[in-house]
């Protein structure tokens, strides 16, 4: 009945990543009337900081009332379908990206399309890019919606990037060159690398090295680089070596007319549903020096596009410059003791983390719970924590880590002492939501 579109299987509906979801749904963790519930950890969201934005909305309720120096816009706003997005809206965004990355590059909004969410940005971009059969070359492990957002309408392929826990997972010259490889095996034309920076779901910054490999492979290869920068404002520890660097930056310091070619090949994603912690307001954009690709999006984005209200509300709290900065440093402060908090128990629990400084993720290495070294062990374990421990946490085949990246982990059974272990971080993470820690018995019921 349905189409052969509609029906393809690129979705990803059945993947663990959804099905943790649905566990969840069934029966979600609330300290006081389901505190022996599932805690959702499979998601990326922020909600650390509400408190800071409803405040902000309590002083300013003309926003809310849509009124403009006291006058409704109503009108206006239930009238406007403008694609371009409101003018006030995008200039209030590019300002708050070009302080948020310490004014080292100066955005500009005519090179800014407004899209519905990153991932409508993600999608938009791979229409544009890629005829069907085309692929993106993506460094594993990645984020577990990219089959959706970049094949499922689009027609385009993944080819996945083999990159090392040896190494941090750090982007090489020499992965890069493989990946590609591996695209002309499979017949495929390679036409960009997507990167996510800071990475979901390892929460680490890109190096300006491994930046410029990329880009010296992009003007090698001639193709396209569209970097996911969704994360950019969550980066909690900021060293000069582990700071947020953008691709916009590095390309900006090949300041010579060579790299014309590669400036039209460049491409930014990035959206408020992590930095603000608003992915139900659903805006996001592209940035681009491309005008072909400016132009095409914009008329995509007619599918995809920001309410006006929503425009409206948002471009007075990102005018607020001083809010929004007392907001970032706030929110980072929350985000990286949250963190640490997670490391600590994991770690008493025998469990090791990959170091990070930035998003809302924590790479976990549980190889040792393993019973046997393969994708079907790592599903029992991950249902055993779903179901038993109650925690939905995404296993790291979901985010196409190779099967070899597994074979290290020594048969262990999971055993009451293991899993145990995993329950007392568990514990630890009701005590600080407000819910209550209880006994193995309460557990096993
Ligand atoms: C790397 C990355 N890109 C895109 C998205 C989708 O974001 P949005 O809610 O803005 O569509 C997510 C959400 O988790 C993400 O982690």
Redesign the pocket.
Same mark, same amino acid.
């Given at each position: 009945m349905l189409s052969r579109k509609a029906s393809k299987d690129s979705h990803g509906q059945d993947s663990s990543y959804f099905q943790g979801w649905q566990e969840y749904e069934k029966n979600p963790y609330h300290p006081i009337q389901n505190p022996m519930g599932i805690i959702q950890m499979g998601?990326?969201e922020n909600q650390l900081s509400f408190d800071l934005l409803e405040s902000w909305l309590r002083r300013n309720s003309n926003t809310m009332a849509l009124k403009k120096d006291g006058v409704s816009a109503f009108k206006d706003l239930a009238l406007f379908q403008d694609y371009h997005g409101l003018p006030a809206f995008k200039e209030a965004l590019v300002n708050f990206m070009t302080s948020m990355r310490g004014n080292k590059i100066k955005y500009s909004s005519d090179k800014l399309v407004l899209t519905?969410?990153?991932?409508?940005a %993600?999608e938009i971009l791979m229409f544009c890019l890629t005829d069907p059969g085309q692929a993106f070359i993506l460094p594993t492990p990645y984020?577990p919606?990219?089959d959706r957002?970049l094949k499922w309408r689009t027609g385009a392929e993944i080819v996945p990037m083999h990159c090392s826990s040896s190494n941090g997972f750090r982007i090489t010259r020499c992965a890069l060159e493989q990946a590609y490889q591996l695209g002309q095996e499979l017949n495929l034309k390679i036409k960009g690398v997507l990167v996510?920076n800071p990475s %979901?779901p390892l929460g680490t910054t890109m190096t300006k090295t491994e930046l410029n490999h990329l880009l010296d492979f992009a003007i090698d290869k001639n193709i396209h680089i569209v970097s996911?920068e969704?994360?950019s404002g969550t980066v909690f520890d900021c060293s000069s070596t582990t700071g947020f660097t953008s691709i916009m930056e590095v390309l900006n310091e090949r300041n010579n007319n060579n790299y014309n070619n590669i400036r039209n090949h460049i491409h930014m994603?990035y959206?408020?549903?992590?930095d603000l912690g608003l992915?139900g307001f659903?805006?996001?954009l592209i940035y681009s020096n491309n005008e072909k690709v400016i132009a095409a999006a914009t008329k995509m984005s007619s599918f995809a596009l920001v309410s006006s209200q929503t425009q409206f509300m948002l471009s007075n709290l990102l005018s607020d410059a001083k809010f929004i900065k007392k907001y970032m440093v706030e929110n980072q402060r929350r985000l990286k003791r949250r963190k640490d908090m997670l490391v600590r128990g994991l770690r008493k629990a025998g469990i090791s983390c990959l170091r990070s400084n930035a998003g809302l993720f924590c790479w976990v290495d549980m190889r040792h719970l393993l019973s046997s070294d393969s994708f079907e062990a790592e599903k029992e374990l991950w249902k055993r924590i779903v179901c038993e421990v109650g925690l939905n946490i995404s296993p790291g085949r979901l985010n196409r880590k190779r099967r070899r990246r597994i074979a290290r982990c020594r048969r262990l059974r999971l055993n009451k002492n293991l899993l145990s272990g995993v329950t007392m971080v568990i514990d630890e993470i009701r005590r600080c939501s407000g819910g209550s820690s209880f006994s193995d018995e309460q557990r096993q019921k």
């Open positions: 998601l990326a519905a969410g990153a991932t409508a %993600n984020y919606g990219f957002d996510t %979901n996911d969704i994360y994603v959206s408020l549903s992590k992915p659903r805006v996001g």
